[in-house]
């Protein structure tokens, strides 16, 4: 999730893409640059690209500008949320190559061949990053397009043929002063539209201060900008007309895409989100998961334990029933703050998995040092790219959900289940004991989930009807078994911290051991319910619930009919692999939780008491 602006027309450019990038803070940033054309008007040998970039916040950048910021009125600028190559001056964009300069959001999939390739033919690289390679790609054509008015926007065009995964990228090119060129795939992008200006930017709040006027650019749009104006073309190079809009919105409003609240945001990019999970890391025939150049040979692992807190604690409960089922290997998951104080019982010949959205959290950090001591390997699943749990780890997968600003963590929760559902998957294959046949059907789910997720977040509206309904209640259950007991935790979890209802989350099967006593008139219930092997025992207990009064809500598979008669309310989610489910069954739960406490009004993303990042014991 990086934050982008290019801007082409008569004001002095540098300081106006330091200000839009600090209205594009929110999305996150580890490192931040800007390019600028000094003296486009004169002749070509005497035009410069001068480049600033570093590591750090948006200050370090201004700091490095004060008193020596490039001149010019046309350039590009950019902050950074690492995914390929750690935070670092030489990582941070733009990017260049001789006259060329881009800057990029999102994954280049097949960036590692595209890089070998470049290298044969004599290009060397000064970058970790998958983003260098894009400027070096666009040079190369560029030498092939004669001089003319699109020469920049056919080399881009020609350049991205090469090209899979996700981008925004914007480009900047000496031989050409008089445009910026910019595509989308999968990655957001918006026209500015100015008077005698015209920008472009990773989003709107970007551009608030200079137009309301805007064009979303759409899937596979490239955009040509001068100073009087822009075009839209495909990759095939036909014109495409996109319609203009004028933004009402405030600017607060416009850093929440319009959400109320960054968390609503957050559980409406889960689509987006795990598609970015689960880019460049399936194989399909066979069937298989990739993670990032990190082979387990499964054999050589004694023992398997995961380590988390709080919400990444839930996700990895959900991971033990992957892999336990996938490649029948057992797998002790622990709360990293028990773990770490009990003198655990680990040594070398142990891979210890650590779960964590912000790789910073202190007992997680503190409980996989002490494994290591003892010999362990570790490998991380975190969201912040290079932050301390993957730095001190031997590997790391990162999660790709960008930024998450609620302090609820909703889409770190999802994209962790799809990251431990892949390594499920690898350990599989790798141990033998997950057949091509299931590996398949597990591989298709995988790839189905995206689509599936946006189809539950239109349950939306009942589950707001739900929380107006629910909301002035003093406490609620949540009941689930096999892997949707983990999303019981997870869905009172979500209620607690926000709404701050007393909420408890149990194992179905554990109800007539205790919280049964519990049940009384009005007593909401919020019963997990999919079509998997615990289903009718689940109607079992639900009956047990309604027998003595409780409100039942039940999430169920579509076209479930057992449950209309007996629940009180039936949520319908998409049906998927029952190990794939808690990805779905969650999101109700989390926009129940949301609404909930919109309606009691509490501070959704900044709750009491909590902070984003638990960085003390
Ligand atoms: C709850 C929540 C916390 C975190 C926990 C661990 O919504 O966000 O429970 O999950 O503090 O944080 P990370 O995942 O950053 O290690």
Redesign the pocket.
Known sequence: MCGIIGYIGPKQVTTLLVEGLRRLEYRGYDSAGVAVITNPSSPSSTRELQIVRCRGKLSELEGQLAGAAPQGNVGIGHTRWATHGRPSDENAHPHRFESVAVVHNGIIENYLSLKRSLSERGHSFSSETDTEIIAHLIWEELQRVAPGPDRLLTATQRALKHLEGAYAVVVLCTDTPDEVVCAKSASPLVLGLGDGENLIASDVPALLPHTRRVIFLEEGDLAQLTREKVRVIGLDGVERKRPERVITWSLLAAEKAGYKHFMLKEIFEQPRAVTDTLRGRLSHAPADALLDGYDIDPSKVKRLFVL??????HASLVGKYLIEALARIPVEVDLASEFRYRDPIVSSGDLVVA???????AD?LAAIREAQKKGAQIFSIA?VVDSS?PRTSQHSLYTHAGPEIG???TK??TTQLVALALLALHLGRRSGRLSEEAAQAFVHDLTSLPAKLTQVLQTAEQLQQLARTYGHCRDMLYLGRGPQFPIALEGA??LK?ISYIHAEGYAAGEMKHGPIALIDEGLPVLVLAPHDGGYEKVLSNLSEVKARGGHVIAITTEGDHSLRTLADHVIEVPAVHPLLAPIITVVPLQLFAYYVADFKGTDVDQPRN?A???TVE
């Open positions: 988390a807190c709080g919400t990444s604690f779960v964590s959205q912000s790789g910073e959290t997680t969201n749990i302090v609820a963590s770190a929760f979890l979500k911290e909590l984003k990042s638990v």
